[in-house]
């Protein structure tokens, strides 16, 4: 079975500092790993994913994200915070099985970066 | 929202009453999905469809349907909708084989109020 966790429901930070959303999964086999984004009123827009090679994913608007097999984490980074980047995040994954359509998310964390 | 379109876009409902979401993509995608956001629980897999007519149950079946008779459009059916179904729902799409890992892109949701 395959599942994620966010430990932090809320991450606060000041804008021009540096923001890290935390993920940690579990996976009997090796992971595909993915980090979602969520505005108001709206689906859920991808971010970033990581399915081998480098451990430092680079995506969509600055954001990274650093795989760590032996600590089974995936966290979200940004050097610089933006009032823009408030909002919901996910963490899913799948595990790398033929015909696993089962993605899994965490319960997401909320972003808030103040001015 | 990447092609995807859902309808619609809100509804209430009455307990025990049938209701059909309707899912419908522009992408020519393979694979759609259909999940179910809950606060504390993220998003939650209900069922999936890997061609025409090829449906799957996810983490979340019960008290669920769906149909695909072309490739643009998924359905999902509550047969008798009850409070707990109470949710928002979100279509998505990814493309490829089942042992390539692609991300996943989500309509823009459509929020069900049973009462």
């Known amino acids: 079975a395959q599942s994620v966790a966010q430990p932090e429901d809320q991450v606060n930070v000041a804008e021009g500092n540096p923001l890290t959303v935390k993920c940690t999964y579990s996976?009997?086999?090796?992971?595909?790993l993915f980090w979602y984004v969520q505005y108001p009123n709206r689906g859920l827009q991808f971010l970033l994913k990581?399915?081998?090679?480098?451990?430092l994913v680079k995506g969509s608007y600055g954001f990274e994200a650093e795989f760590n097999k032996s600590q089974t984490s995936f966290h979200l980074k940004k050097p610089s915070a933006l009032v823009s980047d408030s909002a919901l995040y996910f963490c899913?994954?799948?595990?790398?099985?033929?015909?696993?359509?089962?993605?899994?998310f965490g319960a997401g964390t909320r972003l808030t970066v103040k001015p | 929202d990447a092609g995807i379109t859902q309808s619609p876009r809100h509804k209430v409902t009455e307990t025990g009453t049938p209701v059909t979401l309707r899912c419908h993509q522009t992408?020519?995608?393979?694979?759609m999905y259909w999940y179910r956001q809950d606060p504390g629980h993220g998003l939650r897999l209900i069922h999936y469809?890997?061609?025409?007519?090829?449906?799957d149950k996810g983490e979340v079946s019960d008290g669920y349907s769906v149909s695909r008779s072309k490739t643009e459009d998924f359905l999902l059916t509550l047969e008798s909708a009850t409070s707990s179904q109470t949710s928002v729902y979100f279509c998505?799409?990814?493309?490829?084989?089942?042992?390539?890992?692609?991300?996943?892109?989500f309509g823009p949701g459509t929020r069900l109020t049973v009462t």
């Open positions: 899913a994954v799948r595990e790398q099985a033929y015909n696993n359509n089962d993605m899994r």
């Open positions: 990581y399915i081998t090679g480098d451990n």
């Open positions: 998505a799409i990814s493309e490829g084989l089942a042992d390539i890992s692609y991300e996943q892109y």
């Open positions: 992408e020519n995608h393979r694979y």
């Open positions: 469809s890997y061609g025409v007519k090829d449906t």
């Open positions: 996976v009997s086999g090796n992971p595909y």
